[in-house]
């Protein structure tokens, strides 16, 4: 404990660099044309740009990883409160088919693929839960429970970012050649598009009807975090043949669908909850700044670009495949 406490100032000095760089990203978010990338995404390229030009001192990053870290856990607790579980039942069965059927699909397609062609089964698996689940959000809730390395996290959300950036303006642009009506559309953008900033920014193109269903068929699928990523863990804790003792529980996912019982059951009051979600947006804006942080400038180089055709493959199959189902359900 004392050891714990003698290392709180070391921990503040990284801490604060990753604030900066969250509440600039905060700012830049609310901004055209960064609007459509959304501030976590926006965090993690501010990370990896204040380590290549700037650089960060070593005394840095205890902290830096103490926010990608323990700080990201920490964000995707206060993120639930913004679920109300209520929403997805009155959404229907219908939307709730299309983004679980979807999801698992896309998961599915982009891991067995990327399997055959032979690429690292953690990259494969992290960039099938961002383009699947819920983007920078699902990689980060996902990869500590399968061990990932810092390199390979930051890598996965950086080819998700840059997929679901053009995906989100290529809706907006087709929105009038595709012959839905705004709910349609809605349903579309939140069961389809990667992080909610993507899902809300597509939305957009079809007024608030269409904005209102994106974010409740996209926080539909965040909640469909909670069972991945209890099945991802009871799989690689197998594959690893620890105990059940051992087994990787992801128990912030717990915290997670804690406070969305609360908020669905008004046990946090609407100015509590509003401040629980601002605050998870800075916790994670923070932790994906650390991640981007740590990343050596010149690892992207290294990345096989078949990662990058395999998760737009992936990205593609599920917007083709959600548009069959509502015109088919819908």
């Known amino acids: 404990m004392k050891k714990f406490i003698s290392s709180i100032p070391m921990l503040l000095y990284g801490v604060i660099f990753t604030f900066i760089a969250a509440v600039l990203s905060s700012a830049l978010a609310e901004t055209a044309p960064f609007s459509a990338m959304g501030a976590l995404v926006i965090a993690i390229l501010v990370g990896i740009l204040w380590r290549t030009t700037a650089g960060i001192p070593e005394r840095a990053l205890p902290g830096i990883t103490f926010s990608s870290r323990f700080l990201l856990r920490l964000g995707i607790i206060f993120l639930g409160a913004r679920l109300h579980l209520g929403d997805i039942y009155d959404a229907g069965f219908n939307a709730f088919f299309i983004a679980a059927s979807g999801l698992l699909i896309t998961l599915l397609f982009i891991y067995f693929a990327a399997a055959a062609l032979r690429i690292d089964k953690t990259l494969s698996l992290l960039t099938a839960c961002g383009t699947a689940i819920c983007g920078a959000s ?156 740590q990343m050596p400038a010149a690892f992207f180089k290294t990345v096989n670009l078949k990662i990058f055709i395999v998760a737009v493959s992936g990205s593609l199959l599920l917007s083709f495949f959600g548009y069959f189902l509502i015109e088919v359900l819908l």
């Open 138 to 293: 699902a990689i980060a809730a996902i990869a500590p429970i399968v061990k990932a390395e810092q390199k390979t996290t930051t890598a996965s959300i950086a080819i998700i970012a840059l997929i679901g950036t053009v995906f989100s303006v290529s809706y907006t642009l087709l929105f009038p050649f595709l012959g839905m009506n705004a709910y349609e559309y809605g349903i579309l953008s939140g069961g389809t598009l990667h992080e909610i900033a993507h899902a809300v920014a597509a939305s957009e193109a079809g007024g608030a009807v269409s904005e209102n269903n994106a974010l409740v068929i996209k926080l539909t699928r965040v909640a469909l975090l909670i069972p991945a990523a209890l099945v991802i863990a009871l799989l690689h804790g197998r594959k690893e043949k620890e105990s059940l003792r051992k087994l990787p529980v992801p128990w912030f996912i717990f915290g997670f669908l804690a406070m969305s019982l609360a908020n669905t059951f008004h046990l946090l009051s609407a100015s509590t909850a509003a401040f629980m979600v601002s605050a998870s947006y800075i916790l994670l804006g923070m932790a994906m700044a650390g991640l981007g942080m």
